[in-house]
């Protein structure tokens, strides 16, 4: 799996993750439980991965929805 996208803001992070399910693209979000080590002040990103052979559409598709990418 490769990083698609990293951000403190949950609203980007539920937003890709609903655009890349409705296109049947496989996406997996890390660092979720991070807040309870951190205090859920929101100061350490949660990271979006997708597998390595669907990185270029998901990007794309990302992108045609203005979300920046890493």
């Known amino acids: 799996m490769q990083e698609l996208l990293r951000t403190t803001d949950p609203v980007i992070i539920s937003h890709a993750l609903a655009v890349l399910r409705g296109e049947d693209i496989d996406c997996f979000e890390m660092d979720v439980n991070m807040s309870v080590l951190e ?3 929101g100061i350490l990103p949660r990271r979006l991965m997708v597998r390595s052979a669907d ?7 990302l992108a045609d929805h203005d979300i920046n990418v890493t």
């Open 55 to 61: 990185l270029a559409e998901a990007r794309q598709i």
């Open 39 to 41: 205090g859920s002040i």
